[in-house]
């Protein structure tokens, strides 16, 4: 397995536009998971899901932020209209609910907004 | 208060050096993660337990549940070893709570 797949890793806009990244689980994975990183807030959970259904968005900062997982293999996350504030690393994970180990990150995807 | 302390945040050592990072939590919690992040920002999950110990290669992982705390040693230190690592746990749900990380340097 490839492992989490996420792109784009760097991604650089303007204030205003729509962003939207994107997460490519583990196979069999069952939990997928997005997380935030700034040097101010550490790393932050923003959304996660179980079985594509979202189960906890209480990170979700506001409005602007939203997400979706329409299957197994396939999670976005769309930010609309951006802010400099959002500029962060946004890191997708997932893991097998329940299990001992496979908690595994991707990459990371790089956001700075201007 | 964070529900997620570690200690130091900070930590220097020569190469060959037994390091040890320290992590508490105030929350019940079904398992704790040991991460890895270099520098390029990469995150690795070092360890996942739940109990006693967990040992790859030169890296231990303990946890005490009575006392809400975990050790992370690093026994002959190198410099590949310098990253961030980071405490995080599991509460009632799979979703982690992390803590703030220890800056591990590791000099020649």
């Known amino acids: 397995d490839a492992g989490v797949i996420q792109s784009p890793r760097h991604e650089v806009t303007e204030m205003g536009q729509e962003v939207t990244l994107r997460c490519k689980p583990i196979s069999g994975h069952n939990s997928l998971f997005w997380y935030r990183q700034t040097m101010m807030r550490g790393l932050e959970l923003l959304i996660y899901f179980n079985n594509n259904v979202p189960i906890d968005d209480s990170g979700m900062p506001e409005d602007r932020f939203s997400a979706k997982m329409p299957n197994a293999s396939f999670s976005t996350l769309k930010i609309q209209p951006s802010e400099p504030r959002d500029s962060a690393v946004y890191f997708c994970?997932?893991?097998?609910f329940g299990a001992g180990d496979g908690y595994t990150f991707g990459s990371g995807t790089r956001l700075t907004v201007v | 208060k964070n529900e997620v302390e570690q200690s130091p945040q900070n930590l220097t050592a020569q190469e060959g050096e037994f390091i040890t990072i320290n992590c508490s939590y105030s929350?019940?919690?079904?398992?704790l993660h040991w991460l890895q992040q270099h520098p390029g920002g990469g995150i690795v999950s070092l360890f996942m337990?739940?109990?006693g110990k967990k040992k790859h290669g030169r890296l231990i992982a303990t946890i005490n549940i009575q006392e809400k705390h975990s050790s992370l040693h690093i026994t002959a230190s190198h410099p590949r070893d310098s990253a961030v690592y980071i405490c995080?746990?599991?509460?009632?749900?799979?979703?982690?709570?992390f803590g703030t990380g220890t800056r591990l340097q590791v000099t020649l």
């Open positions: 929350v019940g919690i079904s398992a």
């Open positions: 995080a746990v599991h509460g009632t749900a799979s979703k982690l709570t």
């Open positions: 337990l739940s109990s």
């Open positions: 994970a997932s893991s097998l």
